[in-house]
């Protein structure tokens, strides 16, 4: 690129400016004789760090640049897979995109798990304000608050059928709702610190729940009997999920591991330990979704036999780790979070990984290619949990808000957010 005369003459005059500014005094000497400049006080005034402006100014230009071209190669995969486009692809392919459809609010204190009714369009929130709330998310209307927890509820879960709820709390205790007449049916204590975690078994039999008093227990739904109590962990235990068939339950704790346990046995069948901070969140991988990791992860997920189950962790290292259970090995690892990665799942469709963390982003993974394709940025404050349905393929939620917001794609599949207000 060629400069005119005007432009060589204020280049010149502005590097001279910096030059004497610094200090340079020889530089600047021999560079204002070589470029025959004649420098005056109010020459100078005008050219006062014009060479710093002008430098800031093309690392500004160039960070909206490298921006604007993320955007374009998000919309171009939108276009693949969730946009117009894209509208004959099957459904369970697309994935969620702003802006919301609805704004929810009515919890006093924060969110801190959504989870969506396994047959009815409902939804139902747990909150540090000691209530459970139950919301309508197809016309965004709240339908009624239960109560009963005396402190923070930590995390909610239905069995299969909906017809029951549980939930664990900072009070120390688990309770056991009928949704239909909703009314706590059963309280459990036996725990000796914050029940931070809770699932119903798949066969809708037992419960199991995760303490700060580093144990799990599993409870009996009929009597609300403790009737299991797996040790191993040395700190915290911050989250318990079982398997699909339920023979399997994993849980992640403060000391830095992710434990697999053997149910009919109390056996830790594997320890996972090559995170380097707390582990806050797991998911297993549904079966949909394992001819994709196979093809992804090629011939290290094939040295067992039967290769997986499949189990994701996202840590307070900022990393999300996909392992295979059946051979106690980390798969793959993704980067690119700026803080404590606080909630995981996979897509429906079984292709992708969702995230959310406390960098107030959800980030959608393609993890064939093990990259990022979409960052949503549309919270205010952090976003700490992730749940999902059938019906509605996403829910995203952040505890340091009260409010949620409810987002769709093209064809009307619906994401719930929550954002600071």
């Known amino acids: 690129m060629v400069l005119s005369q005007r432009q060589r003459d204020e280049l010149n005059r502005a590097i001279a400016d910096y030059l004497r500014s610094n200090g340079y005094e020889e530089a600047y000497s021999t560079f204002k004789k070589e470029a025959e400049l004649d420098m005056n006080e109010e020459v100078d005034k005008k050219y006062a760090g014009l060479l710093e402006k002008k430098w800031t100014s093309v690392i500004r230009l160039q960070k909206k640049v490298m921006e604007l071209e993320s955007k374009l190669n998000e919309a171009k995969e939108e276009m693949t897979h969730g946009g117009p486009v894209g509208q004959k692809r099957d ?141 191993g962990h040395r700190e915290w235990v911050r989250m318990v999920r079982p398997n699909q068939d339920g023979s399997l ?61 499949f189990l994701l962790s996202g840590s307070r290292d900022k990393t999300i780790k996909m392992w295979d259970v059946s051979i106690g090995i980390c798969l793959m690892t993704l980067v690119g979070h700026d803080n404590w990665v606080r909630g995981v799942l996979v897509h429906p469709g079984g292709r992708f990984i969702v995230s959310c963390a406390d960098d107030k982003t959800i980030r959608i993974w393609d993890y064939k290619n093990k990259r990022c394709m979409k960052t949503l940025s549309a919270h205010e404050h952090f976003v700490t949990s992730l749940g999902k349905t059938l019906f509605v393929y996403f829910a995203f939620f952040a505890s340091q808000m009260s409010s949620m917001r409810l987002t769709c794609t093209n064809t009307g599949q619906k994401c719930l957010s929550c954002i600071s207000d």
């Open 91 to 231: 459904p369970k392919e697309w994935i969620p995109r702003p802006p919301e459809r609805y704004a929810l609010s009515g919890h006093r204190a924060p969110v801190t798990r959504v989870i969506f009714h396994p047959v009815f369009s409902v939804m139902v929130t747990a909150s540090e304000d000691a209530t459970i709330k139950v919301w309508d998310y197809e016309a965004g209307d709240f339908e009624r608050t239960l109560k009963g927890h005396t402190d923070s509820v930590q995390d909610i879960s239905f069995d299969q059928t909906g017809k029951l709820l549980a939930s664990c709390s900072a009070d120390m205790s688990i309770k056991l709702w009928d949704f239909q007449g909703f009314e706590c049916i059963r309280t459990m204590h036996g725990h000796d610190h914050n029940v931070s975690s809770v699932a119903i078994m798949p066969n809708g039999d037992h419960i199991v729940s995760a303490s700060r008093d580093k144990t799990i227990k599993m409870w009996e739904v009929a009597t609300g009997y403790c009737v299991k109590t797996f040790t």
């Open 249 to 309: 339950i994993a849980s992640c704790s403060n000391d830095q591991t992710v434990r697999v346990w053997v149910v009919a046995s109390k056996e830790c069948k594997a320890e996972l330990r090559e995170h380097e901070h707390v582990v806050e969140c797991i998911a297993w991988a549904p079966d949909s979704a394992h001819p994709t990791i196979l093809e992804a992860t090629g011939s290290e997920s094939k040295k067992s036999g039967k290769p997986g189950p």
